[in-house]
């Protein structure tokens, strides 16, 4: 059974901490890992990663993936508030792309 | 910028009725999943949809549930004879290429 692990489940700071979120999975037929931030409802994609090595990176959020050691990070410098939300790792499997989701960490922000 | 559309936002129904729960995927989408999450556990995947047909399905979808594409742009999940534990989140999801999956809004199942 594939699975997807998340960690920590959630986490408290302070406005201008640096964050980071990890995400190790065991799956089989990888295709690729997604971070989503997941505020009141829909996940919001943020990225999709398919490479070890490769910095993929959004103005403060960027992440990493590990195909070997089979994990992903995804940090997030000088929090703002806004950043206050559930994010989720999800790993895409199979000729059908199916995707298998971790629990998902709440990162609160606080001013 | 083009989104994924759900309706309704919440659903209230009693046991045992049929419900149908619509989507709008983002046009030229080719690839489209229904994924459901009950309160307080994972998102977990349903059905996957290719080419007007099931390409996968979860344990979770069993005969109970069907999914149509009827015209072209609506892409309908539809639960026959609802449980207690049908309730939950459903996600609507589409995407271009596979991998990228962009999610609706939601429809909040409530099943009494």
């Known amino acids: 059974e594939d699975k997807v692990v998340q960690s920590p489940l959630s986490l408290v700071v302070h406005e201008g901490d640096t964050v980071t979120l990890n995400c190790s999975y065991e799956v089989t037929n990888f295709r690729s890992l997604l971070w989503y931030k997941q505020e009141k409802k829909a996940p919001t994609f943020l990225f999709m990663l398919t490479s070890s090595g490769i910095e993929k990176k959004s103005g403060r959020l960027s992440s990493i993936l590990d195909k070997k050691e089979l994990f992903s990070i995804l940090n997030i410098t000088a929090t703002q508030t806004g950043d206050s939300a559930i994010y989720l790792c999800a790993v895409c499997t199979g000729a059908n792309s199916k995707l298998t989701f971790g629990k998902g960490i709440t990162l609160s922000v606080r001013p | 910028e083009p989104e994924v559309t759900q309706t309704p936002s919440h659903q209230v129904t009693q046991m045992g009725q049929e419900v149908i729960l619509r989507c709008v995927p983002i046009s030229n989408h080719l690839y489209f999943y229904w994924y459901r999450q009950i309160l307080g556990q994972k998102v977990e995947f349903l059905v996957s949809f290719y080419n007007n047909e099931i390409s996968e399905k979860s344990e979770i979808f069993d005969d109970q549930f069907s999914v149509e594409r009827p015209d072209g742009s609506n892409f309908t999940l539809k639960i026959r004879s609802t449980k207690l534990e049908d309730s939950a989140m459903y996600f609507c999801?589409?995407?271009?290429?596979?991998?990228?999956?962009?999610f609706g809004p939601g429809t909040r199942l409530t099943v009494l």
């Open positions: 999801a589409s995407s271009p290429v596979k991998d990228t999956q962009y």
